[in-house]
């Protein structure tokens, strides 16, 4: 039997023959103090293995419990997807073994979702608005996390051995599941990172996830089919599980596209099965052959009742939901006064939060936009991660901004403040004294570089003297070049007007 190819089609071409059916599971860890059928904690970061109890375990004789707070959520989410919310739903065993799933089951929803029939409008870059339809949004826990050991890639291709860390098994999940997506064309990678950008924004905005991707609070699998053009018979699709960046979303459906184009291409079949994205290579490789419901053997928990729902307590839940995405968006824009452009910039980078965030803390619009649209994302996008991943906090951009106007660094000094903070030395105020970058303000220091800058370049000072006052920016260089940059250069050209005898 022949393989079957991974080479790839250029994504004109593949656009040019295929149109592409999309697909998305976005599975949210909710935020809750415990976890989702037991009373463990469920806390990020703590050492493996300590937030367990014997139900996350699968323990004999052990019963769980349904966190009321995780249906609450479950609720909350739904709504804000526009869906129908069960008046009764039920929970369901979903069969595999595989070591991070202790119970060799997972407690899942199958064919009675708490949220069903929704569907949410995503903004696209230059303002298009595409609609999304939410098949379910269903409740169930997360499995423990794997960590492979003695590769050289972290994962399990060519590790030694393999350790489990039960700490995430039981957490609350949301999964939302779209129906299939037709119609995005060549703007179908787009759509991916925009729907999953919007996800993470309701979810933030609900207050029922932490949302942080890198952390695996939100995580996408997407499928992705192509149709011969003219054709409405969906092909085989592919679903590449766990992606956890927006820039590796939008790549990975890219990826998937121009792959299953060249299958089809070279007269070969697409093989039903899940992909691992691979962020180094931007690429995808072969996992397993893609189980239908029927063979996770799905039948009704035993150990667990119907969740009941009322009219009065979905109505309470409603109430409580904060302004729609939409609705903030516009709010914070006019608020801060930005350009229809500018927001927009703000918003397809991803720091529309932490912009929110800096503003909040002490700093202005325009310095907010400033550093996390110039500085922060340009390190992003050399680092090629999304901005929020950097590590770079509101009160660190607060810190400099405050910096910056009491004239103790300036921006040239703050973008090296910057790279010493990303690197772990401390705050910026540390960082300043630590390396001793504060602003040269001290007159006769100035003056001593001055006269030295005003002695290499005579030429230069008998324009300035002459009238050509324009040609103190070569002295000011100069100085600057002697101070490494720490030199005050208002108070610098003002000396040196003061030592020609012109007025500035």
Not at 360 to 368: D, L
Not at 395 to 410: C, F, H, P, Q, Y
Request: aromatic content about 6%; charged content about 25%.
């Amino acid at each position: 039997m022949t393989a079957v190819t991974d080479e790839t089609l250029s994504f004109d071409e593949a656009m040019a023959k295929y149109d592409p059916v999309l697909g998305f599971e976005v599975h949210v860890e909710l935020n809750t103090r415990t976890k989702m059928f037991s009373a463990a904690p469920n806390a990020f970061g703590d050492e493996p293995n300590t937030n367990v109890s014997p139900v996350d375990l699968g323990l004999p004789g052990v019963l769980p419990v349904v966190n009321r707070a995780a249906v609450e959520y479950s609720i909350k989410i739904g709504l804000a997807l526009g869906c129908k919310i069960a008046p009764s739903c039920t929970f369901a065993r979903k069969n595999y073994f595989y070591p991070d799933t202790p119970k060799n089951f997972q407690t899942s929803q199958y064919e009675d979702p708490i949220a069903y029939d929704g569907a949410i409008d995503i903004e696209l870059e230059d303002g298009t608005v595409f609609t999304v339809e939410i098949e379910r949004a269903h409740m169930e826990e997360d499995a423990g996390k794997l960590t492979h050991m003695g590769g050289a890639t972290g994962r399990i291709q060519g590790a030694d051995f393999s350790l489990v860390d039960y700490n995430r098994a039981g957490v609350p999940l949301v999964e939302i599941v779209t129906k299939p997506i037709v119609g995005a064309g060549s703007r179908a990678p787009e759509l991916a990172r925009a729907y999953v950008a919007t996800i993470r924004e309701i979810v933030k905005n609900l207050g029922v996830s932490d949302a942080r991707m890198e952390r695996g609070n939100v995580r996408c699998d997407a499928n992705v089919s192509l149709m011969p053009k003219g054709s409405a018979t969906f092909g085989t699709r592919s679903e590449t599980k766990n992606v956890n960046s927006l820039r590796a979303v939008e790549r990975a459906v890219r990826y998937e596209i121009q792959r299953h184009a060249a299958v089809l291409e070279s007269g070969q079949k697409v093989t039903q099965e899940t992909r691992h994205w691979h962020e180094d290579t931007r690429s995808t490789t072969a996992g397993r052959p893609k189980s239908d419901a029927d063979d996770y053997r799905y039948f009704p928990e035993p150990d667990l009742v119907p969740v009941v729902t009322s009219e009065e307590w979905i109505e309470e839940l409603r109430a409580q939901l904060p302004e729609p995405p939409a609705e903030r968006r516009r709010r914070l824009k006019e608020a801060w006064g930005y350009s229809d452009a500018e927001f927009r910039d703000v918003v397809n980078a991803g720091v529309m939060d932490s912009i929110e965030e800096t503003i909040a803390a002490g700093a202005s619009a325009a310095a907010a936009r400033k550093w996390w649209m110039g500085e922060v994302s340009r390190r992003a996008k050399e680092a090629e991660v999304d901005p929020a991943e950097l590590g770079i906090t509101a009160a660190t951009i607060v810190e400099l901004d405050s910096l910056i106007r009491a004239g103790k660094i300036n921006d040239k000094l703050a973008r090296k403040v910057l790279e010493h903070v990303l690197a772990g030395e401390g705050t910026p105020a540390e960082v300043v004294q630590q390396h001793g970058m504060a602003v040269v303000s001290d007159d006769a220091a100035l003056l001593e570089a001055i006269d030295a800058a005003l002695a290499a370049q005579p030429d230069v000072a008998e324009k300035i003297r002459g009238g050509k006052v324009q040609a103190a920016g070569a002295i000011v260089g100069g100085v600057m070049k002697a101070t490494r940059g720490q030199a005050d250069a208002g108070r610098v050209r003002e000396l040196i007007f003061e030592r020609l005898g012109v007025a500035g």
